[in-house]
């Protein structure tokens, strides 16, 4: 096996908001509500929102296998981190503006608000955090398999951490929030930088800041 990884495109925003829906609908942190048709009507946009400005903003890979997408992840640089939302979401363009202008009505639109208080709150551990000097994984995810996805991992981290390292700035860092991850990155010579507890109505749940140590 030797994943390729590429730039996403404007093409590829459907099949990455699905394998991102996919991935983490069922992850505690984001259960949000007990309306489940709602929450998965809400987290299925706020997917397909985040998407398309990761993708219009160059910081989104696909993975492949054979010419098969197996995963896709979200790379910031140190000078990508550093930008301004408002920044980032002008970039995203009228694909952006216009599907968030579909949310005003919606009737999932408490939720989305739920889901982004969650994710805004995971995140403020970062704000303890000097990223200027580090290279920020927002998101990996892939194709779950049966008979185990450790190998797909394994090559796809191997691949950003040799191409980071080409780089001044080459400490990588990253979120978790459960156990099974937590236990694999470890595993992988990733160090916990930080704890934090993300509060919410139906679930509390820790969340580490982890850092590869590629470069202090």
């Known amino acids: 096996m030797s994943i390729y990884l590429k730039k996403a495109t404007i093409k590829d925003i459907p099949i990455i908001s699905e394998l991102f829906y996919n991935y983490y609908h ?69 694909s952006l503006w216009w599907n ?15 889901l982004l208080n969650k994710l805004k709150d995971a995140e403020s551990v970062l704000l303890k955090e000097d990223m200027h000097r580090s290279w920020y994984l927002d998101a990996l995810v892939i194709k779950r398999k049966p008979d185990g996805s450790m190998p797909i991992i394994n090559d ?22 459960n156990d099974e991850q937590l236990n694999y990155f470890i595993a992988n010579k990733f160090e916990i930088i930080r704890q934090h507890i993300v509060k919410g109505k139906k679930f509390s749940n820790p969340i580490w800041l982890l850092s590869s140590g590629v470069k202090k």
């Open 156 to 177: 796809i981290i191997t691949k950003i951490k040799y191409g980071i390292q080409q780089d001044n700035n080459g400490n990588l860092k990253l979120l978790v929030n």
């Open 100 to 114: 968030c202008a579909t949310i005003i009505l919606n009737p999932c639109l408490p939720i989305i608000g739920s």
């Open 26 to 94: 069922d992850f505690d942190i984001f259960k949000v509500s007990n309306k489940k048709k709602r929450l998965q009507q809400a987290f299925h946009k706020l997917c397909h929102l985040n998407t398309i400005m990761n993708v219009k903003n160059n910081n989104c890979y696909l993975c492949l296998d054979n010419g098969k997408v197996v995963g896709s992840f979200v790379l910031l640089s140190p000078n990508d981190y550093q930008k301004p939302l408002s920044e980032t979401i002008v970039r995203g363009g009228f």
